[in-house]
C-alpha cells in the first residue's frame, strides 16, 4: 500500500511539472493559433531594448531546405514562449534582491537606483579599443566628409552623445575602477583637434554640468539623457554653430513621472517603473512634412515659419529629445537615421549645417559603414609594381547611380594613409573603412576601403593603391559581377 501511494506521489509530481513546463510552450501556440504574433514577426520589440529573433521558416526564400532551422527555431522559441516577461520579471528581482547582481549580461545594477548598458563600460573606465590607426582613419574619412559638405555650401560639426556612464561613474558599482586612461573619444577628440574640424563637445558640457549637483541630466533606469540633459545638448550645439538659441532653457519647466526605462525593461518587461522627465514648455510651431509614423522613422522632415536657416541631422536615439528643439529653431530640418549616412542629400536639398550625431559607445560605426557620398576624384600617387592581386578582396554592388565598391586589401598596410581607386582614366579617393557586414567579417578591420563611383562604369578593370607612410603599394584586379539594390 505505501509503494502504491509512493509511486502515485511521483505519477503525480512528474505530471505536474511536466505541466509547469508545458505551459510557456501552450501559451505560444494559442498566440500562434490567434494570430498574436506581430510584435515578434516584426523583429521590433522595444521593451527589452533589442530586436527578437523572428520565426524561422522550414524553407528559405530561393525554396530550398533552411538547414539552419533547429537552431533559428530555438533562438525563436526562448524569444517568445508564453508568460517570458513575468519570467524574466521574478528571475531578475530574485537575483537583484537576493544576490544584488544583474540577470541581464547587458544591464549593470548600480548605485541608488542607477541602471548603466555594459557595453558602455569600457569607456567609463579608460579602457581604449580603437588602437591609433583606427582613429587616423575616422579622422581620414571625416575630413573627406568636411571637403564634401563645404563644397555644398555647409558646415560639417560632429557631435559625440555621451555614455551615461562617462557622464556619471560614481553610480556605478565600486567593481569598476577608474584607470584615468584616454579612452576612445579622449583620443579622436585628441585628434580632431589638430584639425580644422568643428566638434560639439557634449560630454565636456554635461560632465561640468553634473559637477556641479545640478538635477540629473540622464534618466535613472535608461540609457538617454532626459529633457534637462537633451536642453543643455541642444545649448551647447547652438553655441557650437555660432546661432542663437532662442532663450528655450528659460520656458517654464515642469517634471513628469511617466518615462519608460530601456535598461528598466530588459529587466523586468512585466512590471513597470516610471522615471521623471524634464518638461519645457517650448513653442510647438513646426510641423512635419509628409506623414510620420514615430520618432524613430529613418527620415523625419520639419518646417517651421518662425525658425530661421536649415539642418541636416544625422542622428541615432540620443536624437529624438532633439527634434523638438531643432524643428522650432530652424526654418527647415531633416533627421536621419542610418548607418551609411547619406550625405549625398546635399546634391538634391541645400542646407546651411550637417551635424552627425553618434552615441559615444559606437564610435567605431565611423569605420564600419562608409557615408554615402560620390567619391572624389584625386591624384594617383606614384606606386610600387603591383604585388599578387591575391592579398586583394574586391566586392561590388549596383545602388542606384552609384557602383559602390568596397573590400579589404594586404593586413599589412593597416596602417594606411590613404587609399585610392583607377578605373579606365580617372582616380578616385576611397574611405578607410571595413564594411563589415557586407564582408561578413565578425569584427571590423583596419585594410579595409569602401567608395561610391559612378554606376555607368564601362570597365572591370580596376587599380587600387595603397598609401601608408613612406610604402606605396598598387593592386590589379577586376571588379566582380555585382548585385542591385
Known sequence: MADKIKNTLRILYAAAVLGILAVPATALTVRELRGDTAANETGEYNTENRVLAEKPSFRKEDHTLNLDYPAEFDAWFSDSFGFRSQLVTAYSKLTGNVFHVSSEKDVIIGKDGWLFYTPTVPDSTGVRTLDENEIRHIVYNMQMMQQYAGSHGAKLV?????????????????????????????????????????????????????????????????????????????????????????????????????????????????????????????PQTYQYVGRMRSIDDLSIRTTCENGSGTLLMFRDSFGRALIPLLGERFASCEFVRANAVPLDTLEFTPYDYVVYELVERNLDRLLTHAPQMPAPEAVLPVSKPAPDSDTLRLEASVMGKYLHLYGLFDAALSDADAVYVTVGEKTYQAFLCCEQEALELEQHQANGFSCYLPAELQTDSVLVTVQAKERCVQYSGTIPQNETT
Open 158 to 282: 560632429f557631435a559625440a552623445a555621451p555614455n551615461k556612464a562617462s557622464i556619471y561613474p560614481e553610480y556605478l558599482p565600486a567593481r569598476y575602477l577608474q584607470t584615468g586612461n584616454q579612452n576612445n573619444l579622449d583620443a579622436l577628440y585628441a585628434a580632431l583637434s589638430q584639425m580644422d574640424f568643428t566638434v560639439c563637445d557634449w560630454r565636456g558640457t554635461l560632465r561640468n554640468a553634473a559637477a556641479q549637483d545640478s538635477p540629473p541630466l540622464y534618466h535613472k533606469t535608461d540609457t538617454h539623457w532626459n529633457g534637462d540633459g537633451a536642453m543643455l545638448g541642444y545649448q551647447t550645439l547652438m553655441q557650437t554653430l555660432g546661432i542663437d538659441d532662442l532663450g528655450f532653457a528659460e520656458a517654464p519647466r515642469t517634471e513628469t513621472n511617466d518615462w519608460d526605462g530601456d535598461l528598466w525593461d530588459m529587466l523586468s518587461p512585466a512590471e513597470k517603473n516610471p522615471d521623471q522627465n524634464a518638461v519645457y514648455a517650448i
